[in-house]
Structure formats: structure tokens, C-alpha cells
């Protein structure tokens, strides 16, 4: 009960602080909830298990940690905070702790880790602390699937506090709680804030079931929010806050303490107040310390063209990983033999690592959480999403937890999940399974996006994978799989590529070069024929440069081809308008503000659904013949 004490007392300093103007942004306290942060600490093994906490973390944290200076220097942006000011409130990191702010995104990361905790052996077991309200999100509901088939010893606590913000459950919530758990097979317990005894006993009978026999579980706790939802934001009844607030068991503990002993207040507010003053004269964080750095591309040679095609390359780059490393685990959707994934990537896999390759439901949010968890366990995660279209669907446990984790936690975890996936048309699998997308991933901070092109050194890109630390998507593309990387050059070409780990490949022409193309993954075959019919029907030459890495971009080689010829192609698959080829020319462009006009085109796809027939797909797609023609307007201007 002390620790409960000293929870609600922080938190009411938070508020203070707060509205002193000494915090910005949001905080959301647990005031009312403690008993269930406290309670399930003391459940669990600090030396074995994880405690994954959501937006409402500090209860957990403290329960978890006692490090109440790490939490107010985090929260008041210092640099001595647990994250050292980056996550805030609602993105802590400690040993064996984690929360993110995303409601329902934890859970399957959760899961991962719980899987990594299985793999391991040591009996360990993850908590993943939800709320009422997150029970509307369907990425539970693929968790609890998955948790259940693989048996995984993930302990979901949901504390049920009626509001999912200001709005009460009963406008939508349907349906009985627990019974959401026991649909799937898992174990539900029920309990509450009130009777400390009866939540004792139910959270450490769910905690033995878990641990002893791998299987999840849920345990209900009713509880009751006394304080807003975020600072002062609280539209309930203000009789009914009344009422639990006198049942609540903290605030009986303070009323008993300040009647009969308040020195264990006192003490408490003590160390609140030293804490304080000690984190006011902190320093804040130097944010340049953490921004990236880009690789030195300047030195260049020939370019390593691979005598393969691009299939049997992956094939061939995934089948020695894994025999060389066993933290590798390939997770994704009908990917062990006899089928071997949409594509024939994975075929083989499950033969040699049947342990380790492993088929999921069609649940791309759960598959890529459970990857970030495995991830952020110290496993080297590769994930196989069906087609790129279905990207969409995982978009969340991309943008809002793989690649945030490294920068919001400050770089104490890494984060090296691997997404590969198949993009393109020019199969007539019509309008949602022919997409590129990769402008609505490129430019996320933290997420590094690959995108092969038909030059690309699949068994180099695999092998610096090896060392990644952060996040990566590769873009795969349907019809290059079967393409060789040692296909004749276009006549008179020569191949180069930089020296970083995933290097820009550069097609020069004997010839002095007149204008440059930038072609993306597969518009790289279009742009060698066009280049290959310009020099020999139009004498004019062109310099093409295929990035491989286009997020985060390099525009430096880009820069020394166009800083010769003064004229810049940009060519991609994608839909276009606000795309990858507005990116480079946007760079391309500060590079020379102020200098010689520079001219440019783009060729991109239509701004329409693709269509499944083959003769209107072929109309929406780009072609030969527009980047043909897109040169020659550039030629002659």
C-alpha cells in the first residue's frame, strides 16, 4: 500500500505541475487505478518478466521501477529522464518495462515478446496492461488468435475503469468482457480494486497458469478512474466520482495515515519535493547528438551484377541467414512448404528450420507487432506481408511502433524487424493487388524503406541486413523476381554503384551524358530499353541512376549526374502527386537554388485504380514509350 501511496501522490504532483505550466502537452494519470499497477507488480518475477503498459503508464512504471525521478525528469523533457524526455508521459522504457501511447498496438508486441520469452526457456511471461476502451480495436482480437495457437505466455490485464475517455462503456461496449478471451480459448479471471485480497489471489493464479503452461490468459480488473482522463477534461457525474472516490482503498489509506501516523506521508512528500527540485535543474537533451547521418557515397566502382535472378536470390540470401544465425524467424501468411508464400520466396524454409518459419492467420497488424516484440527481444524478425497492397493493414505497428521505438525509448532498445513484400502491376491483379505505395512509407523517421530495382545485388542488401539495428521495408517487385541482375547492359553501358551498404547503381553511357534518369524498382528495366532506343534512334544519351535506398534519401549521386547534364527524368511506378519523384526533384532543387536553371519531368502511373485488365493496366502503368518521349521534351529544351 505504501507504493500505491507514493504512485497517487506523484501523480497528483504531475497535475500540480501541470498546471504550473511546468509540464507541456498531455499527462494521464491512474489516480483511483493504483491497487492494480501495484498489485500485479508484486505478481510477477522482476528478474523474468516484461511489463507492457499503454498510455495510462505511470502507475505501472512506478510499481514496476520505483524510479520516481525518472519519471518526472521524462515527463518535465529532461535529459536525465528514464528516455531522457523524448517519449513524455506515455512512452517510457526501463528494464523490463515498455508502454506506448497507441491504444491496442502493444498487444501483439506483447506477443512477441511473450514468443521470444518461449524461445529463450526461461519461463518468463509478458504483462500487457490494456484498457476498457481498447477493447474496440480488432488487433486484440488477431493477438489473442495467435497467442492462443502458439501458446505464448502473454498475460493480458485489462483494467476496466467504465470510460473509455469521457464516454461510458455502455454506449460501446457489446457483450461481456471476458467472455472476448474465452471465445479464443484463453483463461479469464476476474477481480477488482476494492477487495485487495480477492485481486491478489485471482492475479497470481492467472500469472502460475502462464508461466506453467504457456498459455495466455486475461484478467478483469474492475476498477474506477477518480481523476480526469487528461488533465482536466472530465465530463462525468460528478456524484458518481464521489461515491467510488470513498470507496477507494488509497484514499482510505491517506485519511488513516493523516488520523493516526503521517509520517509515512510526510515521508513520501519528502522525497517527492527533493525529487522535484532536483529535476527543475536538470539538463534537457541535445537533440543534434541523435539526428542521422548519412553515408559517404562519393567513391564509386563497378557494380556487382548478380548471375542470378531475383526470386532464387532471396531464396538463396534467407535459406543462409538462417543457417548462420538462429535468432532469425520468418513469420507471414502461407509461407512454409509445400507453398512457399505467394511468390516462391520462403520455399524450402520450413524444411531446413520447420521451428522457424512459421505460417500466421491473415493478420497483418498482429504478424508485424509480434515481429516488433521478437524484434525488441534481441530476435532477428523477417516478415513476409502476401502483397504490398495489404501493407495498409500493418500501417500502425510501422509508423507508430517499429519506428518509433529506438527514438522514443532514446536509443536504449533496438528494433531490427525486417517487412519484405511484392509491389507492382503489369499482372492484371487489378486495383488492390497491384499498388506501389511507397510514398506513403518513405519519410518516416526511423523506418528505413529498401526498394529493388533490376540491378540490385539482392545477396549484398541481405548481408548488410545482417548488422541493421532499426526497422526495414523491402519493396520487392513481382515481375523482377524473375529477372537476372547480369542481363546484357544497354550497348555502350557501363554499371557502377557507391560504396555504401545498400548502394546506388549508376548505368553510364560511353557517350557524354545529356540527360539523367532516376527510375525506382521496376521502371529501372523501362529506363535501360528507353535509354537503349534513344542512343541508337535518337543519339541521345542518357545517365541513369537506380537508388536502392529511398528512405532516407541520399540525393548525392543524383546531384553529381544532374550537376553535368542539367536535366533530370524522374521515373516511378507509383500513382502520381506527391510521390518519390517530387522528393528528388524537391532535392535536386536545393542543391541548385541559385545556379543555372535545371529542367525536369516526371513519369509516373496514372491517378487511377488500377485496372484488372491487362489492355487498360497497360494504359494506366508507365511505359517505354513516355519515358521516351519525357526525354526527348527534356533533350530538346
Same mark, same amino acid.
Given at each position: 500500500?505504501?507504493?500505491?501511496?507514493?504512485?497517487?501522490?506523484?501523480?497528483?504532483?504531475?497535475?500540480?505541475?501541470?498546471?504550473?505550466?511546468?509540464?507541456?502537452?498531455?499527462?494521464?494519470?491512474?489516480?483511483?487505478?493504483?491497487?492494480?499497477?501495484?498489485?500485479?507488480?508484486?505478481?510477477?518475477?522482476?528478474?523474468?518478466?516484461?511489463?507492457?503498459?499503454?498510455?495510462?503508464?505511470?502507475?505501472?512504471?512506478?510499481?514496476?521501477?520505483?524510479?520516481?525521478?525518472?519519471?518526472?525528469?521524462?515527463?518535465?523533457?529532461?535529459?536525465?529522464?528514464? $528516455?531522457?524526455?523524448?517519449?513524455?508521459?506515455?512512452?517510457?522504457?526501463?528494464?523490463?518495462?515498455?508502454?506506448?501511447?497507441?491504444?491496442?498496438?502493444?498487444?501483439?508486441?506483447?506477443?512477441?515478446?511473450?514468443?521470444?520469452?518461449?524461445?529463450?526457456?526461461?519461463?518468463?511471461?509478458?504483462?500487457? $496492461?490494456?484498457?476498457?476502451?481498447?477493447?474496440?480495436?480488432?488487433?486484440?482480437?488477431?493477438?489473442?488468435?495467435?497467442?492462443?495457437?502458439?501458446?505464448?505466455?502473454?498475460?493480458?490485464?485489462?483494467? &476496466?475503469?467504465?470510460?473509455?475517455?469521457?464516454?461510458?462503456?455502455?454506449?460501446?461496449?457489446?457483450?461481456?468482457? $471476458?467472455?472476448?478471451?474465452?471465445?479464443?480459448?484463453?483463461?479469464?479471471?476476474?477481480?477488482?480494486?476494492?477487495?485487495?485480497?480477492?485481486?491478489?489471489? @485471482?492475479?497470481?493464479?492467472?500469472?502460475?497458469?502462464?508461466?506453467?503452461?504457456?498459455?495466455?490468459?486475461?484478467?478483469?480488473?474492475?476498477?474506477?478512474?477518480?481523476?480526469?482522463?487528461?488533465?482536466?477534461?472530465?465530463?462525468?457525474?460528478?456524484?458518481?466520482?464521489?461515491?467510488?472516490?470513498?470507496?477507494?482503498?488509497?484514499?482510505?489509506?491517506?485519511?488513516?495515515?493523516?488520523?493516526?501516523?503521517?509520517?509515512?506521508?510526510?515521508?513520501?512528500?519528502?522525497?517527492?519535493?527533493?525529487?522535484?527540485?532536483?529535476?527543475?535543474?536538470?539538463?534537457?537533451?541535445?537533440?543534434?547528438?541523435?539526428?542521422?547521418?548519412?553515408?559517404? $557515397?562519393? @567513391?564509386?566502382?563497378?557494380?556487382?551484377?548478380?548471375?542470378?535472378?531475383?526470386?532464387?536470390?532471396? &531464396?538463396?540470401?534467407?535459406?543462409?541467414?538462417?543457417?548462420?544465425?538462429?535468432?532469425?524467424?520468418?513469420?507471414?501468411?502461407?509461407?512454409?512448404?509445400?507453398?512457399?508464400?505467394?511468390?516462391?520466396?520462403?520455399?524450402?524454409?520450413?524444411?531446413?528450420?520447420?521451428?522457424?518459419?512459421?505460417?500466421?492467420?491473415?493478420?497483418?497488424?498482429?504478424?508485424?507487432?509480434?515481429? &516488433?516484440?521478437?524484434?525488441?527481444?534481441?530476435?532477428?524478425?523477417?516478415?513476409?506481408?502476401?502483397?504490398?497492397?495489404?501493407?495498409?493493414?500493418?500501417?500502425?505497428?510501422?509508423?507508430?511502433?517499429?519506428?518509433?521505438?529506438?527514438?522514443?525509448y532514446n536509443h536504449q532498445v533496438t528494433n531490427p524487424l525486417v517487412v519484405r513484400t511484392p509491389m507492382g502491376?503489369?499482372?492484371?491483379?487489378?486495383?488492390?493487388?497491384?499498388?506501389?505505395?511507397?510514398?506513403?512509407?518513405?519519410?518516416?523517421?526511423?523506418?528505413?524503406?529498401?526498394?529493388?530495382?533490376?540491378?540490385?545485388?539482392?545477396?549484398?542488401?541481405?548481408?548488410?541486413?545482417?548488422?541493421?539495428?532499426?526497422?526495414?521495408?523491402?519493396?520487392?517487385?513481382?515481375?523482377?523476381?524473375?529477372?537476372?541482375?547480369?542481363?546484357?547492359?544497354?550497348?555502350?553501358?557501363?554499371?557502377?554503384?557507391?560504396?555504401?551498404?545498400?548502394?546506388?547503381?549508376?548505368?553510364?553511357?560511353?557517350?557524354?551524358?545529356d540527360i539523367t534518369i532516376v527510375a525506382f524498382g521496376c521502371m529501372s528495366a523501362l529506363a535501360e530499353q528507353?535509354?537503349?532506343?534513344?542512343?541508337?534512334?535518337?543519339?541521345?544519351?542518357?545517365?541513369?541512376?537506380?537508388?536502392?535506398?529511398?528512405?532516407?534519401?541520399?540525393?548525392?549521386?543524383?546531384?553529381?549526374?544532374?550537376?553535368?547534364?542539367?536535366?533530370?527524368?524522374?521515373?516511378?511506378?507509383?500513382?502520381?502527386?506527391?510521390?518519390?519523384?517530387?522528393?528528388?526533384?524537391?532535392?535536386?532543387?536545393?542543391?541548385?537554388?541559385?545556379?543555372?536553371?535545371?529542367?525536369?519531368?516526371?513519369?509516373?502511373?496514372?491517378?487511377?485504380?488500377?485496372?484488372?485488365?491487362?489492355?487498360?493496366?497497360?494504359?494506366?502503368?508507365?511505359?517505354?514509350?513516355?519515358?521516351?518521349?519525357?526525354?526527348?521534351?527534356?533533350?530538346?529544351?
Open positions: 500500500m505504501h507504493r500505491a501511496a507514493l504512485v497517487r501522490l506523484v501523480e497528483e504532483q504531475l497535475l500540480a505541475l501541470f498546471s504550473a505550466g511546468k509540464i507541456a502537452g498531455t499527462t494521464h494519470t491512474c489516480i483511483g487505478q493504483e491497487m492494480a499497477a501495484i498489485t500485479l507488480a508484486q505478481c510477477l518475477d522482476r528478474e523474468r518478466d516484461i511489463v507492457f503498459s499503454n498510455h495510462r503508464c505511470h502507475g505501472h512504471y512506478l510499481a514496476w521501477t520505483d524510479d520516481v525521478e525518472g519519471l518526472l525528469a521524462e515527463v518535465m523533457g529532461k535529459r536525465t529522464g528514464t $528516455c531522457g524526455g523524448l517519449g513524455g508521459s506515455q512512452h517510457l522504457h526501463a528494464r523490463g518495462f515498455f508502454s506506448n501511447g497507441v491504444q491496442g498496438g502493444i498487444v501483439p508486441v506483447a506477443a512477441g515478446l511473450a514468443f521470444a520469452k518461449k524461445l529463450e526457456g526461461s519461463k518468463g511471461i509478458i504483462a500487457a $496492461c490494456i484498457g476498457d476502451g481498447t477493447l474496440g480495436e480488432g488487433v486484440i482480437y488477431e493477438t489473442f488468435n495467435i497467442a492462443v495457437k502458439w501458446k505464448l505466455p502473454l498475460l493480458v490485464v485489462l483494467e &476496466n475503469n467504465l470510460y473509455a475517455q469521457s464516454t461510458s462503456q455502455a454506449e460501446t461496449l457489446a457483450g461481456d468482457i $471476458c467472455a472476448r478471451a474465452t471465445a479464443f480459448g484463453m483463461p479469464a479471471f476476474h477481480a477488482d480494486t476494492w477487495n485487495s485480497g480477492l485481486l491478489a489471489r @485471482e492475479l497470481r493464479r492467472a500469472v502460475d497458469g502462464v508461466r506453467t503452461d504457456s498459455v495466455p490468459a486475461l484478467v478483469r480488473i474492475d476498477t474506477y478512474r477518480l481523476a480526469a482522463h487528461s488533465k482536466g477534461d472530465d465530463d462525468r457525474d460528478p456524484g458518481e466520482i464521489e461515491r467510488y472516490a470513498k470507496r477507494d482503498p488509497v484514499n482510505r489509506l491517506l485519511e488513516r495515515w493523516a488520523r493516526e501516523d503521517p509520517s509515512p506521508l510526510d515521508e513520501i512528500k519528502q522525497r517527492i519535493d527533493q525529487t522535484i527540485a532536483r529535476v527543475e535543474q536538470a539538463p534537457i537533451l541535445a537533440l543534434e547528438t541523435l539526428m542521422p547521418r548519412s553515408e559517404n $557515397c562519393d @567513391e564509386l566502382r563497378p557494380a556487382r551484377l548478380a548471375p542470378s535472378t531475383q526470386l532464387d536470390a532471396i &531464396n538463396r540470401a534467407l535459406h543462409l541467414w538462417m543457417a548462420e544465425d538462429s535468432t532469425v524467424i520468418v513469420i507471414g501468411e502461407d509461407i512454409r512448404s509445400p507453398y512457399g508464400g505467394a511468390f516462391k520466396v520462403t520455399r524450402g524454409l520450413s524444411e531446413r528450420f520447420p521451428d522457424r518459419v512459421l505460417n500466421t492467420p491473415i493478420s497483418e497488424a498482429a504478424i508485424v507487432g509480434i515481429g &516488433n516484440g521478437l524484434a525488441l527481444a534481441g530476435r532477428r524478425p523477417i516478415v513476409e506481408i502476401m502483397f504490398g497492397d495489404f501493407l495498409t493493414l500493418c500501417f500502425d505497428q510501422l509508423l507508430n511502433h517499429a519506428a518509433k521505438f529506438r527514438g522514443m502491376g503489369g499482372r492484371g491483379y487489378g486495383p488492390t493487388h497491384s499498388q506501389n505505395l511507397e510514398k506513403h512509407f518513405v519519410g518516416i523517421p526511423g523506418l528505413r524503406v529498401l526498394v529493388l530495382h533490376g540491378r540490385t545485388d539482392v545477396a549484398r542488401v541481405w548481408t548488410s541486413l545482417r548488422t541493421e539495428q532499426s526497422p526495414v521495408l523491402i519493396i520487392e517487385n513481382k515481375l523482377l523476381y524473375r529477372s537476372r541482375g547480369d542481363a546484357l547492359l544497354p550497348p555502350g553501358y557501363t554499371a557502377w554503384e557507391t560504396s555504401g551498404r545498400f548502394p546506388v547503381t549508376i548505368l553510364r553511357p560511353a557517350e557524354t551524358a528507353a535509354a537503349a532506343r534513344l542512343a541508337a534512334h535518337e543519339e541521345v544519351y542518357a545517365e541513369l541512376v537506380f537508388p536502392l535506398e529511398v528512405s532516407p534519401l541520399d540525393p548525392q549521386v543524383i546531384v553529381q549526374s544532374v550537376s553535368r547534364t542539367r536535366k533530370l527524368l524522374v521515373v516511378e511506378e507509383g500513382a502520381s502527386g506527391f510521390d518519390l519523384g517530387s522528393e528528388v526533384i524537391a532535392a535536386i532543387s536545393i542543391a541548385y537554388c541559385g545556379m543555372e536553371r535545371l529542367h525536369v519531368r516526371r513519369v509516373a502511373a496514372a491517378p487511377l485504380p488500377i485496372p484488372s485488365a491487362l489492355v487498360l493496366e497497360q494504359q494506366v502503368l508507365p511505359s517505354v514509350d513516355d519515358v521516351i518521349e519525357a526525354s526527348l521534351e527534356l533533350f530538346d529544351e
